[in-house]
Each structure stands twice: as C-alpha cells, then as structure tokens.
C-alpha cells in the first residue's frame, strides 16, 4: 500500500509538506508456523516553516509462536523490530543536538 499526505500545522499560514508512505505486510510458512515481515516507511518532505526533511523506517520480522504452540493463529509473535528515524520530528540532526535514531528491539507481541 502507498499513502500520500498533506501535512499542515494546525493555525500554520502559507503551504506545508508533503509525506510519503509505503506500508507491507508479507506472510512466509515456515514448518507448523509462519515468519510475519512488515512494517512501514515515512519520508516527511521539508515545508517552509523550517521543518527537516525527515525518513522512518520500521520493519518488523515476527513469528507466530501462537499457531505453533497453541494452534492459534495470529495471536501471540515473537521477533525483533528495528527502527531508524533521521532528522526526528522535522527538526535538524547536529552535532550539538542529536536528532537521528537507530534501535534494534525483541519484542513479544500479542492481539486480543
């Protein structure tokens, strides 16, 4: 899937930005379970109020330790998840003020 969007601040005078966004989800059978690949990319394109361009990426890699262990589908994942963000919120990576952020995460995952 593809997003496009307006981005204006609420009272802001004059043309805002512009964002991009790609979002997948891709299922892989591996054995009695499967590997779940999905995630997300923001690239927010700089406006005139001085904000940064700015680009989020957040993949998710997730087993479905549910299915295999309980037969339930979808309800309980494992994985690991990065997330990397430059010029966080639109506001300028500097030496002075670090704004860039790269993290690895296990995460544990369950739907209701």
């Known amino acids: 899937m593809l997003n496009f969007y307006y981005?204006?601040?609420e009272g802001g005078e004059g043309m805002g930005g512009w964002q991009v966004t790609p979002v997948?989800?891709?299922t892989i059978p591996v054995g009695r379970s499967d590997i779940l690949v999905d995630g997300y990319i923001?690239?927010?394109i700089g406006d005139k109020y001085g904000l940064k361009h700015n680009f989020h990426f957040n993949p998710q890699v997730k087993y479905d330790?549910?299915?295999l262990l309980w037969g339930?589908?979808?309800k309980l994942y494992v994985g690991v998840e990065y997330d990397y963000w430059s010029n966080k919120y639109g506001i300028e990576n500097?030496?002075?003020y670090?704004?860039?952020q790269s993290v690895t995460?296990?995460?544990i995952k369950y739907h209701f």
Request: no cysteine; hydrophobic share 35%; proline share 8%.
């Open 7 to 9: 981005r204006k601040p």
């Open 24 to 26: 997948w989800s891709y």
């Open 42 to 44: 923001d690239w927010v």
């Open 65 to 67: 330790i549910g299915k």
């Open 72 to 74: 339930a589908p979808k």
């Open 94 to 96: 500097t030496a002075q």
């Open 98 to 100: 670090k704004t860039d």
């Open 105 to 107: 995460s296990a995460m």
